[in-house]
């Protein structure tokens, strides 16, 4: 006999929040449990397996469509991972965007800490004069302070 799990079980076998399983419910990346004679709903292994799955794709920072093409994927274990290879590729590419964008962020942050050296009385710090004229006129400032 299956071993069945009540929501609150799942949760803690898998450490995911009750509501968070909820919406993977609605979104139709886990598919709907059997429910018992009470209305609760009764999660299988499969259920489990799958849902650390998820939480495996969701900890790579994978948006729920990748993760939904991921498990239809899974699902078809015959077909090709081509498209998983493609997946990985697209999703390498807009980390190295990430990182390149958050390294200019953090040359900005450095150009703009370097502003106020002292611990200065409020009215004399550099940063703030900065950061209430919109815009960093040093070297490494860009877009961040023109919005």
């Not at 948006?63 to 697209?90: I, K």
Request: aromatic share 4%; net charge positive; charged share 25%.
């Amino acid at each position: 006999m299956q071993k069945t799990f009540k929501i609150g079980q799942l949760s803690k076998a898998t450490g995911c929040q009750v509501e968070t399983i909820r919406f993977y419910e609605q979104e139709g990346l886990l598919p709907a449990p059997a429910r018992n004679a009470g209305n609760y709903r009764l999660y299988e292994t499969a259920h489990v397996e799958r849902l650390q799955f998820i939480r495996h794709c969701r900890s790579l920072d994978m948006p729920l469509n990748d993760v939904r093409l991921l498990l239809s994927l899974r699902d078809a274990p015959g077909e090709s991972c081509q498209e998983v290879n493609q997946l990985l590729d697209q999703r390498i590419v807009q980390v190295e965007q990430r990182i390149a964008e958050l390294n200019a962020l953090q040359g900005q942050l450095r150009v703009l800490r370097g502003r106020c050296q002292t611990g200065s009385a409020a009215r004399d710090c550099g940063i703030l004069r900065e950061l209430s004229a919109g815009t960093c006129k040093a070297e490494g400032c860009g877009s961040h302070f023109e919005s």
